[in-house]
């Protein structure tokens, strides 16, 4: 504790200007911006108050990814915020953020410059329970996560400001903890989770020391609440380089805090993940539930497939299965995922039955919300991939088609021997 006052007081005394980069050396232009971002900007500078597009927004901008959103950070406090836009709601807990609310959907968050949170805001073990400590803007910078998030970008000079040496560690491909990693990590473990989805998402490579870390305290992330691993993780699912992130997850150790019961990402696990990022790339929506599910097929199919070659109908098996593998232990799947979940992995043992059965049936299977779910899954698993096209060629055929399509496979069925080795008589 003294250490650390010891360090603020040093930082306050060698405060400095920051470096700032013109138009012309880090090549922003104010058109790159997105136009509610400036809006709200040059609204707060027209009362007075200091503002700047923060973050990963001008990291992106740099390396030459179009932002996602924009954030801003002001020396005006939330509810001086609040009063200039009537669009506006107050969220959060720990952080106390605005949020500006915009047509087409679109949210503008604005945080007010951030100083180091004191000693009565955090546990004992330096992790941090409170972080509304208002300050200026070299110190906001220094108490975010990475060095290439504590940019900011002034739209009225045009310039980028940098306390920290982010513009280099950006330019070396660089993603570094600001800090002490070790106090920083013990901070917020979450940061672990970010360091490797953002550096799979921007290509940067995590600094070798604060790489090292991960594995040794991995164990932190015993003690962050579900709901904030879960929300990391549909950020992960959706990133579209969720495949990159898991192997990662693995290599670092974390995977076993976050998924104790599964093995290295397999084969199939690697095609459902290339599968849902390139559904990301093409900015469809990329199902959590379906992900989650690729990520336990291995242990599920294997003992789904045991239960029937010991005579267990399909949809017996699956519940058979099920039972041995209990997935709302990870911490992170709440029971509405898991509960998707569970229905696609029973559409598929449903799919499976031989013969499919009567008309009615066939189309309730194949007007089930998940029915093209479960055919991309079945798609990727070579056992599966005969049932995801005899599945798929029903569901394009005429009407008048289709019942002849049952009856052929009920008279196929019925030709064949009593014992086979195949798949018990349903």
């Keep these: 504790m003294i250490l650390r006052a010891a360090r603020k007081w040093l930082r306050r005394r060698k405060a400095k200007e920051p470096r700032r980069l013109p138009a012309k050396e880090h090549g922003i232009r104010p058109e790159d911006i997105g136009k509610n971002a400036l809006t709200a900007v040059q609204k707060l500078a027209r009362h007075g108050y ?4 923060v973050g990963g927004a001008v990291r992106d901008l740099l390396l030459g990814i179009a932002p996602k959103d924009f954030d801003l950070a002001t020396d005006a406090t939330p509810a001086q915020v609040r009063r200039l836009f009537r669009n506006s709601r107050t969220i959060g807990r720990r952080f106390r ?10 949210i503008i968050e604005v945080a007010t410059f951030r100083d180091e949170a004191d000693e009565s805001a955090r546990e004992e073990s330096g992790r941090i329970l409170r972080d509304n400590r208002f300050g200026d803007a070299e110190a906001d910078a220094r108490r975010r996560d990475f060095t290439a998030n504590a940019l900011f970008y002034d739209p009225d000079s045009g310039e980028v400001l940098d306390y920290i040496g982010g513009v280099e560690d950006i330019r070396r491909r660089r993603l570094r903890i600001i800090g002490d990693g070790e106090e920083r990590i013990r901070e917020d473990p979450v940061r672990m989770l970010r360091a490797l989805r953002l550096a799979a998402k921007t290509r940067l490579a995590i600094a070798p020391a604060d790489a090292r870390l991960f594995a040794a305290r991995a164990e932190l ?25 898991l192997r990662n ?12 019961q599964i093995a290295p990402p ?4 690697e095609r459902a993940c290339a599968e849902a990022d390139k559904r990301a790339g093409r900015g469809k929506a990329v199902s959590v539930s379906f992900v989650a599910a690729a990520i336990y097929w291995d242990d599920i199919g294997e003992k789904w497939r045991d239960e029937m070659e010991k005579g267990a109908r399909p949809v017996r098996a699956m519940e058979n299965a099920l039972g041995k593998l209990d997935f709302l232990n990870n911490r992170v799947l709440s029971r509405r995922v898991a509960a998707r979940m569970t229905d696609l992995y029973f559409l598929l043992a449903r799919m499976k039955i031989s013969p499919p059965g009567g008309r009615a049936r066939c189309e309730r299977i194949s007007g089930n919300s998940l029915f093209s779910r479960a055919l991309a899954f079945a798609e990727l698993e070579d056992d599966l991939r005969p049932l995801a096209e005899w599945w798929q060629a029903y569901a394009e055929k005429p009407e008048r088609e289709k019942t002849q399509t049952l009856s052929a496979a009920g008279r196929k069925r019925r030709r064949r ?10």
């Design 417 to 426: 021997p009593a014992k086979t080795t195949g798949e018990p008589r349903q």
């Design 97 to 106: 953020l605005i949020h500006l609310y915009f047509g087409g959907g679109q």
């Design 249 to 260: 997850w693995h290599k670092h150790r974390i995977a076993e805090c976050i998924f104790p």
């Design 50 to 53: 200091t503002a700047y597009i």
């Design 221 to 245: 992330l015993a003690d962050i609440s579900p709901a904030r691993l879960l929300d990391e993780f549909i950020k992960i699912a959706r990133s579209g380089c969720c495949a990159v992130i």
């Design 266 to 269: 397999s084969a199939f696990c």
